[in-house]
């Protein structure tokens, strides 16, 4: 159909990107999905690049409006995960957190504005992660991305309002996913800290393997990208809304010393 929304979603290969992709596909949406990889999901018509590449995400974008004509809804999906203390980590792997997670995410934005706002309008959701609001032990620079996603998402929403374009950050709790099995540890430092780094992180996994199914995020995401008017900051699950809303209401040193008693003793 010539009149089908066009959307394109950001590591759309696997995990949280791949179930927005289908639930968008569901609701009659035309998809791209946006991965390193050379080839995509079966059923999904698929543009490669790295998100951290400027260069590359502008040319992914010209891709798919040459071939769609237009272009809707971005979800920024691309990201991986770092573990380990902030004093040992590697300051590569620190930058290369937060140049994949958050500037990836403002790469794809500044390359899908320009077009969105000549078309007259369009919407930008960014994956973002309940990380945002309660740092991490030893996840530090995972948080960190996540919370400037947040931030980024904010700002961006009162600049492109003008322009007709709208923005939200959604935040997934624990979810099961690859992003477990893939996550880079730097283990360096765990006797100094006495076992805590492994014990730390060993609990965020465990967590992670028996949290939600992505298709939360995927199931909310279409939802939105159909909606009329959007919030800036979502949270995906019951459990996880009460959360923060708790997390909230407590004193900032209250909040923090539970998140140490959790993952970081």
Not at 100 to 121: D, E, H, S, W
Not at 201 to 221: C, H, I, T, W, Y
Request: hydrophobic share 40%; charged share 25%; with cysteine.
């Amino acid at each position: 159909m010539a009149d089908r929304k066009v959307a394109l979603v950001t590591g759309g290969s696997s995990g949280i990107g791949l179930s927005c992709a289908k639930a968008l596909q569901a609701k009659g949406w035309r998809v791209f999905t946006l991965s390193r990889r050379q080839e995509g999901p079966s059923g999904f018509e698929h543009v490669r690049a790295d998100v951290s590449d400027a260069g590359e995400c502008r040319r992914a974008v010209d891709e798919v409006t040459g071939r769609s004509g237009r272009l809707d809804l971005l979800v920024n999906c691309a990201g991986f995960g770092i573990s380990g203390a902030a004093e040992f980590t590697p300051d590569r792997e620190a930058e290369a957190q937060v140049k994949v997670n958050l500037f990836g995410t403002a790469n794809m934005c500044k390359a899908v504005i320009p077009q969105m706002r000549g078309q007259g309008g369009g919407r930008i959701l960014n994956v973002s992660s309940f990380a945002a609001l309660t740092p991490i032990p030893f996840q530090i620079w995972y948080s960190v991305s996540k919370a400037g996603i947040n931030s980024y998402t904010m700002a961006l929403a009162n600049e492109l309002r003008p322009f007709g374009i709208s923005t939200a950050a959604i935040m997934p709790g624990d979810t099961k996913t690859g992003f477990t099995d893939v996550r880079r540890k730097c283990p360096e430092g765990d006797e100094v800290y006495k076992g805590v780094i492994s014990r730390s992180v060993a609990k965020m996994e465990k967590d992670e393997r028996g949290g939600m199914s992505p298709d939360f995020a995927g199931r909310l995401v279409a939802r939105l990208a159909e909606k009329k008017r959007i919030a800036p900051l979502y949270t995906v699950g019951f459990g996880y809304k009460c959360l923060a809303l708790l997390f909230k209401l407590l004193p900032a040193a209250l909040s923090n010393r539970i998140l140490g008693m959790m993952y970081a003793s």
